[in-house]
């Protein structure tokens, strides 16, 4: 008896981690940043990877099918799966034309395995783009602008 | 015997508790190549090939979108669901393109995961190659070839990423800055 109650419970535990996720309704407010130049650090800091400074190799990212992210404003990034009905995630126009704008963003947030995702349903906002961060950083990567005088 | 008992069985269950939590190593047999990237760890694991939109919301069209959504890779060992953010290429490139071919179907992946807890980053992962069980590996470096095939009349010189029509409308319409022609401009000229 006890060793089948075991069993049971070592199968339920093994279990939990392939439960589909809940989502719930939220209103984010945040900047649309390329994902894998803020998480790797590969072009630098956190900072430096967003708004003017970064906005042409957004840009690049965004139509080379890196996932787009939205960096809120307290520092949480949600994985941008859809905007208003288009699931152009993979270098889709939408995410293209929002590249390092800042938005709100109202729909469902799903969470899994450390990783918020948001499918938005509504572009509450469009605030274009409002961080210029190019008179700290100049351009990121150094050659994303080129140089007029090659 | 029953305290025995009940001395295995709650370590156990303590254990089986903690393992979503703690991070596993992955590295055994990897062969990738360093980025040279503060967060990165070789990951080499056995995974099935899924639409992430799918799996989260049940909104599931034929093929994984046929392109058109992320992918990721639930992993065989533990059933965590990976994202691969980029693909092999230092290119501006992503990993779907390099996925969409195993839509649904087990396979191999060695790469880089990148687990940065000072920027949320967890389980976000670079692609290097992968095979399908007994096949021969293949890397994951296909984006570039793939939009050279889709635009073989595109203007200019240089990488893709100068050349490619949305991205140079994009900046033709707001600049290299996304504030218009004239931020461009005062910026260049005070830059350079």
């Known amino acids: ?150 | 015997m029953r305290q025995l008992g009940q001395r295995i069985a709650a370590p156990l269950a303590a254990c089986l508790l903690a393992a979503p939590v703690a991070a596993q190593d992955f590295s055994e047999g990897s062969e990738a190549k360093s980025w040279n990237l503060a967060a990165e760890q070789p990951a080499r694991f056995e995974a099935r090939v899924v639409d992430i939109l799918c799996e989260l919301t049940g909104d599931c069209p034929e093929n994984c979108g046929d392109g058109r959504r992320q992918l990721g890779l639930e992993r065989s060992a533990d059933g965590v669901l990976v994202y691969p953010n980029k693909n092999a290429q230092p290119a501006f490139t992503g990993a779907v393109v390099e996925l969409l071919p195993y839509c649904g179907r087990e396979v191999e992946v060695d790469g880089l995961m990148i687990d940065d807890p000072d920027l949320g980053a967890r389980n976000i992962y670079l692609v290097q190659r992968i095979r399908e069980a007994g096949g021969d590996w293949v890397k994951a470096d296909r984006w570039t070839g793939e939009w050279a095939e889709a635009h073989p009349d595109a203007p200019g010189k240089g990488p893709w990423f100068r050349r490619d029509p949305r991205i140079r409308a994009e900046i033709e319409a707001h600049g290299y800055l996304g504030l218009g022609e004239e931020a461009d401009a005062a910026f260049i000229e005070d830059w350079f």
Not at chain 1, 31 to 39: A, F, N, Q
Not at chain 1, 60 to 85: H, N, Q
């Open chain 1, 1 to 150: 008896m006890k060793h089948r109650m075991l069993s049971a419970a070592v199968a339920a535990m093994m279990a939990t981690p392939v439960l589909a996720a809940e989502g719930e309704r939220v209103q984010i407010t945040g900047e649309m940043i390329d994902t894998w130049c803020y998480y790797s650090g590969v072009m630098g800091g956190p900072d430096a990877v967003q708004g003017t400074a970064h906005h042409t190799c957004a840009l690049w990212c965004s139509a080379g099918g890196i996932p787009v992210g939205l960096l809120a404003e307290d520092g949480t990034v949600y994985m941008v799966l859809k905007i208003e009905g288009d699931d152009g995630s993979a270098g889709g126009d939408t995410q293209l034309r929002l590249a390092s704008h800042t938005i709100t963003a109202d729909g469902m947030l799903y969470t899994r395995d450390g990783i918020n995702y948001i499918v938005v349903e509504d572009v509450v906002s469009d605030a274009g783009i409002t961080n210029p961060n190019h008179e700290d950083f100049g351009p990121v990567p150094g050659f994303a602008i080129p140089d007029p005088n090659q």
